[in-house]
């Protein structure tokens, strides 16, 4: 546990300047009333103000208790912000009961530290001191609320932050080790401004580490308490105080879900106080460009295409469209790994020798608030630019290409170099105010695709436009309806529940893709795990698992072969063991967190509550234990509607089940124990009030919900009666 620590400032007299003790009302040293101020964050306070405006903390003295007032030599910690989260990340949070109520959750813990904060803090006056800690942490909170983790806490001369929660991401530990690399190089840059300037040494050391913790209670202000589970956040701490100046060290865990987006080198085994076993360290040294997952599932090799022919089918019959210049947009949607990466990257394998202009764009989960990501990316394709080229370089292949498709272009140059942070003095000139500026550089765009394509068939591709920037966007909605009468083909995926805005136009065409099928599903296994045949046991593994998604085979697979965990068989392929419910792969279990998490709060803990009831339900079991009277239909047919649920049966009663098994299990393990164990207590007391012949056939089951709970008498007291009751049926092994 670590609890946030409070400061409490020496009041400054306003007549004389004088420093008096935290809480004092008049000047010791002239007698002048002094002003009033917050104990928790040293904000200004009215005389009759109960509490504080700033932070919302009760406006009491500090307690007197020593171990919370800095005795007079130690020195002077910095003070931490007064706010820790901003509006826009708050308002994500705060719509999540859960996130205030607990939950368990899988995060990464970022600790960054000032180096040499003892030796700095004698040689600098408090105020001196306080001012050059308050610029670093504005740097750290700003990396940090950019790729959306949360300040969790100061500690004077350092920061923690979690990234996972309390808003949930699929890519939790990519988005901290960017943060970490982001506040290393704006560290760098102010310590080099303070040895310039002051003559001062300056730089944080990071750690990074991933696990599970539980979320705890969020106070007025943000600031949360996490109790980590294991040696997460305690591990994290450790590496960051063993990590060089300037550097970022990681965990073995963390290592594993950023190494194919980043550059890591091996600092081997390290002893870290108060662990009683040497740790594996790995340094983050770099950032890799432009990839998203798929570029990382290229980089290992593809497995096999298994199936899809109709799609690729659909997809060949669109070139064909493109090439004889009827232009149209076609939507791959589908959930989360279901496959349509895989099936752009057939389609621009066939466009290979087809004689057509191929750009693409990836949209990324922590690019968002990059404004006009997508459509760089595709201009940087475009002109071939490549990072760390000269600027002179960019700019002659800026002008050269638009020169090259046509001369009448030139007016357009400016602004596309604009667009891509290339120097644009131009722009400036013209004197345009903002808004006529943004026309002007998307209409530049536009005329530049169009007129590429009446030289030769273009292709277009936008890959996860659920995560698309504003800007991109508007520009995309602006250039959609010109489509048709151009020689473009706009391909876009985005998963289940995206819309875009030119969904209902006749020239779209919407490609769903399915989950693959049981047979298609095995002989995929089969090739990822290198082996002939599946055994039985394993077949039904793998079906029950992945039902059929690509990305969780590929997952599954890949957790199989490193824990060693298949076996030869006389039947085939078979486990060496059974994997519990809630062994899950963690890249799986981060994805479907993060879509969990983005539900509206109501269908969240509905999917929760279902997830207590097992892998398939009734409707009048759902019911039964919502609270407080609400009727759960409307929620559970959204779940459907978005299929997280499906309907199972419609007789003798309304019956569901979950889309996936996994949704199920990573739904369940988001409850935090207390709240799993009530839910199964009133699970199992629900199940009690059924007629008395349905309640016999379900007598299993009353006594696995209430062994789950507190009311584990009841749980022995049901199981024996399914006892008598399998004895009557001459179950005598059951």
């Known amino acids: 546990m670590f609890p946030p620590p409070r400061y409490y400032w020496p009041v400054q007299c306003p007549a004389c300047r004088h420093e008096n003790r935290a809480g004092a009302r008049f000047c010791d040293e002239c007698g002048a009333a002094l002003p009033r101020a917050c104990p928790a964050c040293g904000a200004a306070a009215r005389s009759n103000a109960k509490f504080c405006d700033e932070c919302g903390q009760p406006l009491t003295a500090a307690p007197a208790s020593p171990a919370r007032v800095a005795p007079a030599p130690a020195p002077q910690r910095a003070a931490a912000p ?10 994500k949070i705060l ?6 109520e607990g939950e368990r959750k899988q995060v990464t813990v970022l600790f960054a530290d000032c180096v040499g904060f003892t030796a700095l803090s004698t040689r600098l006056d408090p105020e001196d001191l306080h001012g050059i800690m308050d610029g670093c942490f504005q740097n750290v909170m700003e990396a940090v609320h950019r790729y959306e983790g949360t300040v969790n806490q100061f500690t004077g001369d350092g920061v923690m932050a979690l990234f996972g929660a309390p808003i949930a991401h699929e890519d939790h530990a990519v988005r901290a080790a960017a943060a970490a690399l982001a ?12 040895r310039r300037e002051r003559g001062l040494d300056f730089a944080l050391r990071i750690g990074l580490n991933t696990g599970p913790v539980v979320v705890g209670r969020i106070g007025d202000d943000l600031r949360m308490d996490y109790t980590a589970q294991g040696e997460t956040v305690n591990l994290a701490a450790r590496l ?11 965990s073995d865990a963390t290592r594993r879900l950023v190494s194919d987006y980043f550059l890591t080198e091996d600092r081997g085994e390290l002893a870290l106080k108060g662990l009683d076993r040497p740790v594996r360290a790995w340094a983050v040294t770099a950032q890799r460009s432009r990839r998203a997952r798929f570029d990382v599932a290229l980089e290992r090799g593809l497995t096999p295409l298994v199936g899809r022919a109709g799609e690729l089918a659909f997809l060949r019959e669109s070139i064909e469209r493109v090439q004889r210049g009827r232009g149209h947009v076609v939507s791959i949607v589908g959930p989360a790994g279901v496959g349509k990466s895989r099936l752009v990257w057939e389609l621009k394998r066939e466009l290979m020798s087809a004689g057509v202009t191929y750009l693409e764009a990836h949209c990324l989960p922590h690019g968002a608030s990059a404004p006009l990501h997508p459509v760089i990316q595709m201009l940087e394709a475009n002109f071939r630019l490549e990072e760390g080229e000269d600027t002179e370089v960019q700019i002659a292949k800026v002008e050269q290409g638009v020169n090259a498709l046509d001369p009448q272009l030139a007016w357009t140059i400016p602004y596309l170099k604009h667009l891509l942070a290339l120097p644009a003095p131009e722009v400036e000139a013209e004197g345009l105010d903002q808004l006529q500026r943004k026309r002007r550089m998307m209409e530049a765009v536009r005329a530049l695709v169009f007129r590429g394509a009446q030289q030769r068939p273009l292709v277009l591709v936008a890959e996860d436009l659920q995560w698309m920037d504003a800007g991109s966007d508007e520009f995309f909605q602006l250039t959609v309806d010109s489509v048709p009468s151009q020689a473009v083909l706009f391909v876009t995926t985005y998963r289940a529940g995206y819309a875009p805005s030119w969904q209902d136009r006749s020239f779209h065409r919407r490609l769903s893709l399915e989950p693959l099928p049981d047979e298609e599903t095995l002989q995929m296994a089969a090739k990822l795990l290198e082996v002939d045949d599946l055994a039985p046991t394993l077949r039904q593994f793998v079906l029950r698992r992945a039902e059929g998604n690509p990305f969780f085979v590929e997952e599954l697979a890949r957790y199989l072969r490193e824990h060693d965990l298949v076996a030869p068989g006389a039947d085939g392929a078979t486990l060496r063991r059974e994997l519990a419910e809630g062994e899950v792969p963690a890249t799986v279990h981060d994805l479907l967190t993060a879509r969990i998490d983005r539900l509206p709060e109501p269908l969240k803990r509905t999917l929760q509550l279902t997830a207590v009831l097992g892998s398939e339900f ?21 779940l459907v509607r978005l299929e997280l649920l499906h309907e199972k049966d419609l007789f003798p009663e309304l019956t569901y089940r979950f889309g996936h098994l ?6 369940y393990q988001g409850l935090l124990l207390r709240a799993r164990a009530e839910l199964h207590a009133r699970a199992g007391a629900a199940l009690e009030r059924l ?15 209430y062994a789950r709970s507190a009311e584990r008498e009841r749980a022995v007291s049901f199981l024996v009666r399914a006892g008598d009751r399998w004895l009557s049926l001459f179950a005598y092994a059951d």
């Open 95 to 100: 719509v999540s009961r859960a996130a205030i």
């Open 240 to 250: 960051q105080a063993s990590a060089p100046p300037g550097g970022v060290l990681v």
């Open 183 to 194: 506040i290393q190089k704006a560290t760098q840059e102010y310590g080099e401004r303070l």
């Open 618 to 638: 009734s409707l009048s079991l759902v019911q039964a234990l919502a609270d407080g009277g609400e009727d759960p239909k409307p929620h559970v047919d959204e």
């Open 662 to 667: 996994l949704i199920q299990q990573v739904a």
């Open 82 to 91: 007064a706010s820790y989260t901003p509006r826009h990340l708050a308002e």
């Open 691 to 705: 007629p008395a012949g349905r309640a016999d056939d379900v007598l299993q089951q009353i006594a696995e919900h």
